[in-house]
């Protein structure tokens, strides 16, 4: 399928932003109607409200003042949560010091499969501006979502599908420019329907050019050469959009959606190579409530068409595709005993392949299917948790069947069994304080390009190999974590270990390769004298011994204000928010630190609200990352970045206005993410944006 919104997307804003306004005719959903509760349904399948697992949810305004052009960055500072920054286009969230296949991004609790864990120059193909709430849950407990969930869960919610009836018609438009990359960005989103039917339209436009820098840096881009305060080759143009329903009869609903996402950007790694991706996903979900044993049965399937090519100037170079299918059943049975859970079912299948002279991974195919169930038991101190996941996995290797003379990739299949299994008790101390505690064992299938990659990848600037001979990851996590609140003031602490067994990394093996994979190639005889061709590092994917611990806490502070009243012109408040981690990885076997880990950090931001007017200003400090691994990593330097932002609201007749301005890196900070691969690789070529400013108006009616 395929939409035109690029042009259109920021037209319809305006439009939207003016309408929504002016006609009195759109009804609206009754203000006195009760809402229905915000449920953080990745941590918890049963919708409880208090979790057991560590989570945050992140909406409404909150997620409009941090939204940033990629996932990676728009999470990026929430407690446990870092970037993998492949520059200003593409990064997924690292979560307690894990990245790529250890952490599971979902699309409305189902699967959202693409190629951004293949490669950190993939981008993950979302976008903010028609996200309703992003959740990220923290830690193995989610293993509900298989062993590619043990690092943590990012779940985005956009209500393509609406799972509750509408009355009237409602929705948002956003328009937002900002100084750094002169960025271009428009978003709207429309609902309406009764009790019986409900419809979703979403469109999408951002468009930005080079991120700016507080330093001069070289440049040999067809679009722009010499030096400038830039990152080079880092402009993106993306847009898309999708639309939905949704019926709904006496026991249950179903519904469905289609969705496009479209976006061109430069990789930042190399000056003349940029990425046209497209994904195209269709989406069926439904629920029926037929009383008896099983109150519910929650059904949802979707098919993902994902591509993208990687282009040197106009020439098309490497191209990687992966077409996926993802089912999963959940049925919700009544109480027993007082214990209530969740039986549940999925199925996922993946075809990926890569066709061109940088394909470092072959064609494969994957097929996953799991039982998996949640049981909790309340009592009258709190809850107790329980899960269980045996999975089957298929991992099969094509070769390259493009060019049969290419042999240097592994042909054949894998089959692995993982198991995992976690408990979890939260324990109500009092009123205001609270225990938390989980220990989860967890299995994980090694992925397909583990197994059987063997090829140059310019991203991590190495030769990859793979190890067909690879077995299960598994680990054990435990995690505690004390939480306390009182009004508007509340503080949470958690603290976390998590072994493996058999880790499986990149790890230098001290060999190079030619531009033919040929091992420690010698110097060639030309003729007129002796010249060695270019090579690259090699890397083997290996399993080692590894473990991560860490601390993470955030809390609020009122300063000024009484607990219950929302700002107004009579009453002011001022609260201090607060925040801070840190994690330590290290490889066991080694005794080396682990790579790309970030460093203790600790922030804060003063927010204050009177009447319609709201203003934050805080700071994110970083710490000097010294421990790096030996070989293939750099050291980073400690950094402080500071932040503000001033909000407006208003009505004009049906709509609720908010303008809003923020800036970041105010003291145009230079800085660079221990956390990143092009760090080492491409330093320093990309460091983290420069000053910004972005200003906005957001129109809710």
Known sequence: MSFSFKRNAIGAAVLTLCACASLPVFAQADPGAPALPELTVTGNPLGATELIAPATSVSGDALLLRSQSTLGETLNGLPGVSSSYFGPNASRPTIRGQDGDRIRILQNGGSAPDASALSYDHAVPVDALVTERIEVLRGPSALQYGGSAVGGVVNIIDNRIPREPLDGFGGRADLGYATGSRERSGGVVLEGGTDRYALH?????????????????????????????????SANDAHGGAFGGSVFFDQGWIGASASTYRSNYGTV?????????????????GEWRPGGFFTSIHAKASRTDYRHTEFEGAEAGTTFANKSDDLRIEARHRKIGGIEGVIGYTRE????????????????????????????LGTDWGRLSFGARTERVRVRSNGYPEDPE???????????????????????????????????????????????????????????????????????????????????????????????????????????RGEEGELNPGPIDTGDGLVFPDTLAEYAYQGVRARF????????LRLLGTDGFAPTADHSKLDLEWRADVVRAR???????????????????????????????GFDSYAAQRRVPSVGARETDGFTLFNASLTY???????????????????????????SILTTTVYPRAPLPGRSLKVGLRATF
């Open 649 to 675: 609201a208003m009505k004009v007749q049906r709509a609720n206005l908010t303008w809003y301005a923020r800036i970041d890196n105010i003291t145009n900070k230079l800085a660079y993410s221990a956390t």
């Open 587 to 617: 490889n066991t076997d080694t005794g080396e630190p682990l790579p790309r880990i970030s460093p203790a950090r600790i922030g804060a931001t003063l927010a204050y609200g009177n009447g319609p007017w709201a203003a934050r200003v």
């Open 201 to 233: 339209v979403d469109a999408f436009d951002r468009k930005a050019d080079d991120t700016s820098v507080p330093i001069e840096l070289g440049c040999d881009s067809p679009r722009r050469s010499g030096t400038a305060r830039k990152i080079c080759n």
């Open 406 to 512: 290419i042999t240097r990739f592994f042909v054949g299949e894998r089959d692995f069994n993982p198991h995992s299994a976690a408990l979890g008790a939260l324990v109500n101390l009092s009123p205001q304080w609270q225990l938390t505690s989980n220990l989860a064992y967890t299995e994980r299938a090694p992925k397909d390009y583990e197994l059987f990659a063997n090829g140059p990848h310019v991203a991590t600037a190495a030769w990859e190999v793979g190890n067909p001979d690879l077995q299960k990851e598994k680990s054990t996590g435990f995690d505690i974590g004390a939480q306390w609140k009182s009004g508007a003031n509340s503080a949470r602490v958690n603290a976390y270990v998590t072994r493996f067994r058999n880790y499986i990394g990149l790890t230098a093996t001290g060999n190079v």
């Open 269 to 285: 790694a190399e000056d003349d190579v940029t990425i046209g991706m497209k994904s195209d996903r269709y989406a069926l979900e």
């Open 549 to 556: 611990t860490g601390i993470e806490a955030s809390g609020n």
């Open 349 to 376: 299948s993946n075809d990926f392949s890569a066709i061109g002279e940088e394909a470092f991974a072959p064609h494969s195919r994957t097929r996953t299917q799991a039982l998996f169930l949640h049981e909790e």
